[in-house]
């Protein structure tokens, strides 16, 4: 996937309400349609109450509103605004000309706070700013570094709804999905590193054989690397981020962050997040898109964390090449989830129907390839394609991010059915909509983009298979490698066949949840890149190991400093025949020949 571009030309006008995308492009019109009452009502309706806010809500202000107040960088929607609710027929809204970001919300239209974007040329003195913070920060003891960095956790959960609410409303996930996926995991991140990070910096001992190296000893400590760049996508602006944020700082590092340019005002949000938490120049945020990226590199950094698409991460990765910084790679997906006959039907059928439809698939590790076995298929796919009609567009499902990817989405399914593959549920939705409904498709012709490339979008495509082994030979021909789900009643089948994926990660009897485990690595093969997040694993990306050896010995000098004579060189081969270039009695020999020639060697 190419870089992501803003959802709506920035200069634009707002669509009417009758031309906006989920009023006018939904499935089921008759819910989502504009209605005032029912907006003022569910606006004031309390949140916990959920699915109306994400379906019958069209205008609907909820904390969006207060968001300016705790979130610098951002404010209050201008324009045609009661707080923050865009009021159709009013005079139309201009985001500033040059604004790379979205001016209106997915889910509803609704206009969205407005951003400032960090100016190209203050970048390199963020930069600057962030590696003088980070020498100070760097140099405090970790459990200074763990005693704030703790005080995220309450402040998360403190503020779960505000974050949950301006993830839905920039994202269009639903306020569950938000709050499930990009809230409550992150309280376990922090509780997971801020437990373990003392010991897992602590140096390690190296062993040195005390008669080659009488009186040494190593030690490895973890240095920070000092400031590190985050980029990041805009599938799951909070989780993303702080998956990185929290170890990176933990470990003594910087971080100058810049999250997507769909989704600015949850990186503002994680930026406010750590306001007084960790002192100031720490965590850094730049907004803007490619290009202040960039500017970051090019300011000079000492590491890049990297999530996003393929072809935008060849980029980065060249740019670290040139600049020969590391840098950590977590790039798309196409999951596949293979389907034995002898699976749990039910649980299977429910497990893809989530792992193919969780955030309107736009998920890394959606499933977006399905191989069954034959004598389960006809039965399993009934049970999916019941399973998702039943799904309530809004309520369960989100909508499509951004027009390119629900574009991207249309391409895809268009050229399959014309292929021959069949629509079981579902189907592409009016075009420029973003309300994509879960779609389950039969293929039987896999030579098409919805199987070979990244869709990033509610289709399940479903192949049937003669064997196992059938599916994973398809499932490992893609060049993607990501993660990969088994469903079976035989766990240990499905651990041989674990052992036969090569992708990063492999579920049995689940799929996709597992980047929420911070002691699980999270990481992929081929064009899913080659970074890890989570686990101490990720420590070798924010870290880099600096040994210390201490020579307590005394000794005058080294066997192998100078001057090179007869007997170092008799040493030399003497002891390359003692450690296993000759037989016993050879070795025998060596072994009095060495005893004989050390003391010839320190002689003056
Ligand atoms: P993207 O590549 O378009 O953008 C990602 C980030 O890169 C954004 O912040 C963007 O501004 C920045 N960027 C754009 N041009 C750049 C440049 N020239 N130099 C440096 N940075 C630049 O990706 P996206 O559309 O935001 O995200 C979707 C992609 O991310 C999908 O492919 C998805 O699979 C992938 N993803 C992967 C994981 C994972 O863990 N493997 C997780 C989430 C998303």
Redesign the pocket.
């Known amino acids: ?4 571009q803003p959802q709506q030309n920035p200069g634009a006008d707002p669509p009417s309400a009758a031309e906006t995308p989920s009023a006018g492009g939904s499935p089921a019109p008759d819910a989502l349609a504009p209605d005032a009452p029912a907006a003022a009502a569910a606006a004031a309706a309390p949140l916990a109450e959920g699915p109306p806010l994400a379906v019958a809500t069209p205008h609907s202000d909820f904390a969006i509103a207060a968001l300016p107040e705790q979130t610098p960088g951002i404010t209050a929607p201008a324009g045609p605004i009661a707080a923050g609710l865009y009021m159709p027929g009013a005079a139309p809204y201009h985001a500033p000309p040059d604004s790379p970001f979205p001016v209106m919300s997915p889910l509803d239209s609704s206009l969205l706070p407005t951003v400032e974007a960090t100016p190209l040329s203050l970048i390199p003195e963020i930069v600057a700013r962030a590696r003088s913070a980070q020498r100070t920060w760097g140099d405090l003891p970790v459990r200074d570094r763990i005693d704030a960095v703790a005080k995220l956790k309450k402040r998360l959960l403190a503020r779960a709804q505000e974050i949950a609410e301006t993830v839905h409303k920039e994202c269009g996930k639903p306020v569950e999905e938000a709050a499930l996926a990009e809230v409550l995991p992150n309280a376990d991140l922090v509780d997971y590193w801020t437990l373990t990070i003392e010991e897992l910096l602590d140096g390690v001992t190296v062993e040195l054989d005390a008669i080659s190296y009488p009186g040494k000893l190593g030690r490895i400590h973890k240095d920070p690397r000092g400031v590190i760049a985050l ?6 602006p909070v989780a ?1 981020p702080l998956r990185s944020i929290v170890p990176a700082l933990l470990a003594g590092n910087a971080v100058v962050f ?5 989704t600015p005002r949850s990186g503002a949000l994680i930026a406010s997040l750590f306001k007084d938490i960790v002192p100031e120049g720490v965590l850094e945020i730049v907004q803007g ?2 290009e202040a ?2 500017a970051i590199l090019e300011a000079g950094v000492d590491a890049v964390v990297f ?7 060849r ?2 990765a060249v740019a670290c090449a040139e600049r020969l910084i590391p840098c950590s790679m ?4 196409k999951d596949a989830a293979i389907v034995l006959a002898d699976c749990k039907l039910e649980r299977t059928a429910r497990g893809l129907v989530w792992g193919a439809f969780t955030n309107a698939g736009q998920n ?1 590790a959606s499933i977006e390839r399905v191989y069954v076995e034959r004598p389960i298929a006809d039965k399993l796919i009934a049970r999916i394609v019941e399973l998702t009609r039943e799904l309530r567009p809004g309520i369960d499902t989100a909508v499509m991010t951004t027009q390119k990817q629900a574009a991207i989405v249309q391409r895809h399914l268009g050229e399959a059915v014309a292929g021959g593959a069949e629509i079981l549920a579902g189907g592409a939705p009016e075009h420029g909509s973003l309300a994509f409904p879960p779609t389950v498709v039969k293929i039987t012709n896999e030579d098409c983009a919805l199987m070979r490339e ?1 869709t ?1 979008g509610p289709i399940m495509p479903i192949v049937l298979v003669d064997s196992a082994d059938e599916a994973v030979a398809k499932t490992n021909a893609s060049r993607f490698g ?1 993660t990969t789900s088994v469903w079976t009643k035989k766990i240990r089948k499905g651990r041989d066949l674990a052992r036969k994926l090569k992708s990063g990660v492999v579920t049995i009897n689940n799929h996709g949840f597992t980047a929420a485990l911070p002691a699980a690595p ?1 990481t ?1 093969t081929g064009d ?2 080659y970074g890890i ?1 989570n686990s101490p694993h990720t420590l070798a990306e924010l870290t880099r190991p600096r040994f210390v050896l201490e020579d307590t010995s005394g000794a005058k000098s080294e066997m192998w400093w100078y001057p090179y004579t007869p007997a170092l060189r008799t040493i030399a081969f003497t002891m390359a025949r003692l450690r296993g270039g000759a037989g016993f009695f050879g070795r025998i020999a060596a072994f009095f020949r060495l005893l004989i020639t050390f003391p010839r060697r320190f002689k003056r």
């Open positions: 996937m190419d870089a992501a980029i990041t996508p805009w599938n799951y993303i810049k999250p997507s340019e769909v898109a490619g990226a960039e999530t996003g698409s393929v072809a935008t991460g980029r980065v977590e790039l798309g997906g890394c990244e990033f990501l999270w992929g899913s890149g997040t």
